[in-house]
């Protein structure tokens, strides 16, 4: 069962009722985060325990929001593999460097984690219908998780977001609009449709459970090493899996799975969209909307986002960095992932990647730490641009 407990606003603190489909903080329009009896949970979700349970993310049933199981989605999301670097981590001086293959989840991306939660959870609440803008995998989820619930659901895209990702979304039953311009230009489509029609928005950290089904990377992580790694490398554009991990190591010391001890966690931005990365360096809690965003790596192209503050909060709490690279960097990371390691990867898991390699020359990477690396999608929807 759920322990679900209540919904806390991640600014405020406003507390508000975990039975109401909600977007945002009703004070203050702030994320909103769940929050859980985790003492009453920690009876059954035991760390030593997990054998035997569903290789998805809903083996951590208690800590995620859906309380009646037959509304629980799945597709065959999470328990993605950890794979050791075989060259690549060598090549670099790390002896434990391993690559978190969120490529293999359904649609080919972690957003698949997200949509299970928050469609599911969303459904039982009544949502009868939904919108999203995305930069493309994000989409694709939603249509998945949308057909697999039986409920509509419209995708607005960048018009110059890969042909795959268009036909992905159709061909899973999903109304699609191109819109001229990026990321942000879709939101304020969404945010228009889910006001004037009985439609409920799924744009990132814009309702509560995405971040749900995300923080489960946190949990797989600390049951596939048998604890916590010293430095988890993340490529973020919205950041709700950095958001996710953060709050997801918490609840787990509360837990008693792992005590006080963090990853220290690194988010690594294009160098042609680095907000987080520029508000970070600065010393600043907010980030600065990017103008004229621009990189291949599409889940990178956010100009804002709207849980910056979380985002920049866990990385400093933890003593992690943020980093921004180039274009260049990104491709040769991407073919190095490929020809090195057999990992097709997205261009974001190219970044992820370039900015570790950064990280490593600067001397901030040491060589006996472990090490995770996210390659965050698959690279077959993303051909047509990297391939030339």
């Given at each position: 069962?759920s322990?679900?407990?209540?919904?806390?606003?991640?600014?405020?603190?406003?507390?508000?009722?975990?039975e109401?489909?909600?977007?945002?903080?009703p004070?203050?329009?702030?994320?909103l985060?769940?929050?859980?009896?985790?003492?009453?949970?920690?009876?059954?979700?035991?760390?030593?325990?997990?054998?035997?349970?569903?290789a998805?993310?809903?083996?951590?049933?208690?800590?995620?929001?859906?309380?009646?199981?037959?509304?629980?989605?799945?597709?065959?999301?999470?328990?993605?593999?950890?794979?050791?670097?075989?060259?690549?981590?060598?090549?670099?001086?790390?002896?434990?460097?391993?690559?978190?293959?969120?490529?293999?989840?359904?649609?080919?991306?972690?957003?698949?984690?997200?949509?299970?939660?928050?469609?599911?959870?969303?459904c039982?609440?009544?949502a009868?219908?939904?919108?999203?803008?995305?930069?493309?995998?994000?989409?694709?989820?939603?249509?998945?998780?949308?057909?697999?619930?039986?409920?509509?659901?419209?995708?607005?895209?960048?018009?110059?977001?890969?042909?795959?990702?268009?036909?992905?979304?159709?061909?899973?039953?999903?109304?699609?609009?191109?819109?001229?311009?990026?990321?942000?230009?879709?939101?304020?489509?969404?945010?228009?449709?889910a006001?004037?029609?009985?439609?409920?928005?799924?744009?990132?950290?814009?309702?509560?459970?995405?971040?749900e089904?995300?923080?489960?990377?946190?949990?797989?992580?600390?049951?596939q090493?048998?604890?916590?790694?010293?430095?988890?490398?993340y490529?973020?554009?919205?950041?709700?899996?950095?958001v996710?991990?953060?709050?997801g190591?918490a609840?787990?010391e509360?837990?008693?799975?792992?005590?006080?001890?963090?990853?220290?966690?690194?988010?690594?931005?294009a160098?042609?969209?680095?907000?987080?990365?520029?508000?970070f360096?600065?010393?600043?809690?907010?980030?600065?909307?990017?103008?004229?965003?621009?990189?291949?790596?599409?889940g990178l192209?956010?100009?804002?986002?709207?849980?910056d503050?979380?985002?920049?909060?866990?990385?400093?709490?933890?003593?992690?960095?943020?980093?921004?690279?180039?274009?260049?960097?990104?491709?040769?990371?991407?073919?190095?992932?490929?020809?090195?390691?057999?990992?097709?990867?997205?261009?974001?898991?190219?970044?992820?990647?370039?900015?570790?390699?950064?990280?490593?020359?600067?001397?901030?990477?040491?060589?006996?730490?472990?090490?995770?690396?996210?390659?965050?999608?698959?690279?077959?929807?993303?051909?047509?641009?990297?391939?030339?």
């Amino acid at each position: 069962m759920s322990f679900l407990a209540h919904l806390e606003c991640g600014r405020c603190g406003e507390i508000c009722d975990a039975e109401q489909l909600l977007n945002l903080c009703p004070r203050c329009h702030s994320p909103l985060l769940a929050r859980y009896d985790l003492a009453a949970a920690g009876r059954t979700l035991r760390r030593y325990a997990m054998a035997g349970r569903p290789a998805n993310l809903w083996r951590y049933a208690e800590i995620l929001p859906v309380r009646v199981p037959s509304f629980r989605l799945t597709l065959g999301e999470g328990w993605t593999p950890l794979l050791p670097s075989q060259r690549v981590g060598p090549a670099l001086g790390l002896h434990h460097l391993l690559i978190k293959e969120e490529g293999l989840n359904p649609t080919g991306s972690f957003k698949a984690r997200g949509m299970a939660v928050a469609v599911a959870r969303a459904c039982e609440l009544g949502a009868p219908a939904f919108v999203l803008p995305s930069a493309g995998n994000a989409g694709g989820a939603l249509a998945a998780y949308a057909s697999r619930a039986g409920r509509p659901a419209h995708i607005i895209l960048p018009a110059d977001t890969p042909a795959p990702f268009f036909q992905e979304c159709t061909a899973l039953g999903a109304q699609v609009t191109a819109i001229p311009g990026h990321i942000g230009d879709a939101g304020r489509m969404a945010r228009e449709e889910a006001a004037e029609n009985n439609v409920f928005l799924l744009s990132t950290l814009q309702e509560p459970y995405r971040v749900e089904g995300k923080k489960t990377m946190a949990l797989e992580l600390v049951e596939q090493l048998g604890g916590v790694p010293d430095v988890i490398v993340y490529p973020a554009g919205g950041g709700t899996g950095i958001v996710g991990m953060w709050k997801g190591f918490a609840e787990m010391e509360a837990l008693g799975w792992i005590g006080p001890e963090r990853p220290r966690m690194v988010v690594v931005q294009a160098a042609g969209c680095a907000p987080l990365v520029r508000a970070f360096h600065q010393g600043s809690e907010q980030a600065q909307p990017w103008e004229d965003p621009a990189t291949v790596a599409l889940g990178l192209r956010v100009p804002s986002a709207i849980a910056d503050f979380l985002i920049l909060r866990a990385v400093r709490e933890s003593q992690g960095t943020a980093v921004a690279v180039s274009e260049e960097a990104i491709r040769a990371a991407w073919e190095r992932l490929g020809r090195q390691e057999g990992i097709l990867a997205c261009p974001e898991g190219g970044a992820a990647l370039a900015g570790l390699e950064s990280l490593v020359h600067q001397g901030w990477v040491q060589p006996d730490e472990t090490v995770v690396l996210f390659n965050t999608g698959s690279g077959y929807k993303y051909m047509e641009t990297l391939v030339v």
